[in-house]
């Protein structure tokens, strides 16, 4: 599967298959969460963003780009994803929130409401 913004239906992610085997995720700071190539939709269980959303690894994301709200990029290492979304599809539809600092795991947290399967 693959993900596309449902705005404009541009393809965001690679290939992309369900993660069933949760020992595969990673809690380590400044390290990736979950494997490249996969997807997990958070129940809330992990308390990574919202319930419904779809995680990928940061490097599985295509045709996207950061936010072009400076106030959306904090962050000392990389970005905390505190202040809303803060990635964008090629056409500059908000499409979820990255966390990349250098104190937390990192992912990507995509609104199930802004992107869909394909």
């Not at 404009?8 to 979950?34: A, F, P």
């Not at 959303?53 to 072009?68: E, F, M, Q, R, T």
Request: aromatic share 6%.
């Amino acid at each position: 599967m693959k993900l596309t913004c449902s705005t404009c239906r541009v393809e965001i992610s690679k290939e992309l298959t369900e993660l069933k085997d949760m020992t595969l995720l990673n809690t380590d700071d400044g390290q990736d969460y979950i494997p490249q190539g996969y997807y997990l939709i958070d129940d809330k269980k992990a308390d990574l963003e919202l319930d419904g959303a779809i995680v990928v690894n940061i490097k599985d994301l295509i045709n996207s780009g950061y936010h072009s709200n400076p106030s959306r990029l904090n962050g000392c290492c990389g970005n905390d994803g505190l202040d809303g979304m803060n990635r964008v599809c090629l056409n500059n539809h908000e499409i979820g929130t990255e966390k990349s600092d250098c104190w937390m795991f990192h992912f990507v947290s995509l609104n199930p409401d802004r992107v869909n399967f394909s």
